[in-house]
């Protein structure tokens, strides 16, 4: 009787281990940073301008963080702390859940409903979702989940839909301008400026688009003893004697996803990472190098993400307030017809430098959670036939995403200086303002 009572008991206690067996192999954070780079891979594929690109991330992300938040008491719910974000649906305290599975939900439905090729990210969805079935969560616990992950989606998406993009859609285009201190199109695709009303959608943290506004650019002028004119022939003396340095840090930095290719009367785009990607890939090679959690990668890319969505919005709004021509359109004009910048112009205007702001809003972030002495070796661009490099520290690598726009010739010295003053200070104010969690940085092991 003894026996058959202990091999009852043996029956029982593995039962029960099966069932909760899966709750380990649910915690990979891998989970969370595959979501969030098949979300790019498609953005990369679909050519978004980096504002929408940003706008993407930061409500991907922020669906993300809100589902999986539950599994840990310490983090606290960006609801009442975003602007219109309201409280968002709360899990049944008495039932059972796999929140890293409602968060891939929650993303990737948030993440689909943005993207153009859907097609793709289900392929990827139903491969996640599979490897869920397989680490083993119960049918009952995975039905719940997803209905979980659903229903943050729809608050997220509920949510995103009142910040005035779907209006903006139906504004008029940018109209070119005479004067000669304004920016016009640039070769070889002479595209229309993007995004002129992106300061018209709602910010996230910062009390308006106008908020950091910096001080104005430089007077245009074409005499040779003005300080624009200096501002010049430094992009044209800088660009005529590169290093082979200088060429790969700005070849590294590059981040345009609308270069155009012309071979004779064929024009064909090659497809890159926007600077939103860029800084989103060095969130997730920071989370892997100090072994974040998932919850605490989660955290990661969300203040990432604000940062950069808000950057994005400050420094349209200055792009389009002073209309600055482009370094290349005044050098052909004025010093010299036939130079070319190293890296092609992208299609909006000059001030301030878009990379120089989001970049340091987002080593702002980066540097809260993973401290100020972070040395690392950045791997992002590999996939588009670019060596890594290697940072001392957030700032660094801000440092050097700025001064890239001079050796690309797409940017004056004062849009690369007073964007990273701009970028600072957006990004300070944004840490003060949110509370994730309770825990301030992780320890660089």
Not at 12 to 24: G, M, V
Not at 143 to 168: C, L, P, T
Not at 304 to 318: H, N, R, Y
Not at 396 to 425: F, W
Request: charged share 25%.
């Amino acid at each position: 009787m003894r026996k058959i009572f202990f091999i009852f008991f043996i029956l029982l206690w593995s039962c029960a281990k099966d069932k909760t067996a899966y709750k380990a192999k649910v915690q990979n954070s891998d989970f969370f940073h595959k979501s969030m780079k098949e979300i790019t891979d498609r953005m990369v594929h679909d050519i978004f301008s980096p504002p929408v690109a940003s706008r993407i991330y930061v409500y991907t992300s922020v669906a993300g963080y809100e589902a999986i938040i539950h599994q840990d008491k310490k983090y606290k719910s960006l609801a009442g702390q975003l602007h219109g974000l309201e409280k968002l649906p709360q899990p049944d305290s008495t039932q059972e859940y796999c929140y890293p599975l409602a968060a891939a939900e929650a993303m990737l439905k948030v993440g689909r409903a943005l993207i153009f090729s859907e097609d793709e990210l289900d392929k990827f969805y139903n491969k996640v979702m599979q490897e869920f079935k397989d680490a083993g969560v119960p049918d009952d616990v995975f039905e719940r989940s997803i209905g979980f992950g659903d229903s943050v989606a729809k608050h997220i998406m509920d949510w995103a839909s009142g910040d005035n993009y779907k209006q903006s859609r139906t504004f008029s285009k940018y109209t070119i301008e005479s004067s000669p201190g304004t920016w016009k199109p640039t070769p070889p695709a002479y595209m229309d400026a993007i995004e002129p009303h992106w300061n018209k959608i709602r910010t996230f943290v910062i009390d308006s688009a106008a908020q950091f506004q910096p001080e104005p650019p430089q007077v245009f002028s074409i005499d040779k003893k003005s300080q624009f004119y200096k501002e010049a022939y430094y992009v044209f003396e800088t660009g005529k004697n590169l290093t082979q340095e200088q060429r790969a840090i700005a070849s590294f930095w590059d981040c345009n996803p609308f270069v155009m290719n012309v071979k004779g009367h064929v024009m064909f785009a090659t497809k890159k990472i926007s600077p939103g990607g860029h800084w989103v890939n060095i969130t997730r090679l920071a989370c892997n190098a100090t072994h974040a959690d998932i919850t605490r990668s989660a955290e990661a890319y969300v203040r990432v993400a604000i940062s950069l969505a808000d950057g994005f919005i400050s420094c349209w709004d200055e792009k389009y307030r002073s209309k600055l021509v482009r370094p290349e359109t005044y050098i052909n004009q004025y010093i010299d017809e036939n130079w070319a910048p190293l890296l092609q112009t992208p299609p909006f205007p000059e001030y301030t430098s878009g990379h120089s702001v989001v970049s340091t809003s987002a080593c702002v972030a980066l540097t809260g959670l993973f401290g100020d002495n972070f040395a690392y070796t950045d791997s992002t661009e590999t996939e588009f036939g670019l060596p890594p490099r290697s940072f001392k520290s957030f700032r660094s690598a801000a440092e050097e995403a700025a001064v890239s726009r001079i050796y690309g010739g797409i940017h004056y010295l004062p849009a690369c200086e007073n964007g990273k003053v701009q970028g600072t200070a957006l990004g300070e104010f944004i840490a003060s303002r949110i509370v994730t969690s309770q825990s301030k940085k992780i320890a660089n092991k």
